[in-house]
């Protein structure tokens, strides 16, 4: 059972307009939220986070939305670029019990963004 | 230089060999992770140590062992690798220290590439 959803497996985008991906979750135990972003040949990245406690944390051309009543979290980035041509992973942790420090992942989404 | 590594970087096995793959940290974190990637199903936890004499199954853990010989060093062993084995391997380490602001962040390393034929 997928308890993080990232429905969308691509996207496209032209270079500076807003790139938006989405990512579902099932679990309420989960109250921490991560993005990481994935180059080929290369390990996932961190690259910004947000706390239940929270329905917004932005990061430069970067922001996270969450709309915990929906489980639902978004990554807004704007403008996009080239560079930012990668897979991008949503990922859920509880911040309490046993399964405190675990992420769990989703499928991810491939990010192209075009000239 | 890296933070987190990992040897080897690809690996081509045949059906039933044994296979080791090595992860070694230098961010003196406490907790280290295994997972693959498999397209379509994003990243799956293998295995997790909290610490030294901590390990833990994930969620795809048959089929694998692990050592944590150190502190800085978790390895992961197919005693008998298959073909659907073939993945990306990924390690990945965090810190318990909740007074650091990136206590609830993993750091992954570059990746094993394994194929099993």
């Known amino acids: 059972d997928q308890q993080v959803k990232q429905n969308s497996p691509s996207l496209s985008v032209q270079e500076g307009r807003i790139s938006i991906l989405n990512c579902d979750y099932t679990?309420?135990?989960?109250?921490?939220f991560l993005w990481y972003k994935k180059y080929p040949a290369e390990g996932p990245t961190f690259l910004i986070s947000i706390s239940s406690i929270k329905d917004k944390n932005e990061d430069g051309r970067f922001t996270v939305f969450l709309n915990k009543s929906a489980k639902h979290l978004s990554l807004h980035i704007v403008p996009s670029q080239p560079g930012d041509s990668a897979v991008y992973f949503c990922?859920?942790?509880?911040?309490?019990?046993?399964?405190?420090?675990?992420?769990?992942f989703g499928q991810g989404t491939i990010l192209t963004v075009h000239p | 230089d890296a933070d987190v590594t990992q040897t080897p970087r690809n690996r081509i096995t045949k059906t039933g060999k044994r296979i080791m793959l090595e992860c070694s940290q230098t961010?003196?974190?406490?907790?280290m992770y295994w997972y693959r990637q498999d397209p379509g199903l994003g990243l799956r936890l293998i295995y997790y140590?909290?610490?030294?004499?901590?390990?833990n199954k994930g969620e795809i853990s048959d089929g694998y062992s692990v050592s944590r010989q150190a502190q800085a060093k978790f390895s992961l062993s197919l005693e008998s690798a298959i073909p659907n084995q073939t993945a990306l391997y990924f390690c990945?380490?965090?810190?318990?220290?909740?007074?650091?602001?990136?206590?609830?962040?993993?750091?992954f390393g570059p990746g094993t590439r394994l194929t099993v034929l």
């Open positions: 679990n309420s135990m989960f109250d921490y």
């Open positions: 961010k003196g974190h406490d907790r």
């Open positions: 140590s909290f610490d030294v004499k901590d390990i």
């Open positions: 990945a380490t965090s810190t318990s220290d909740l007074e650091l602001s990136s206590y609830n962040e993993q750091f």
């Open positions: 990922a859920a942790s509880p911040l309490s019990g046993t399964s405190y420090g675990k992420l769990t």
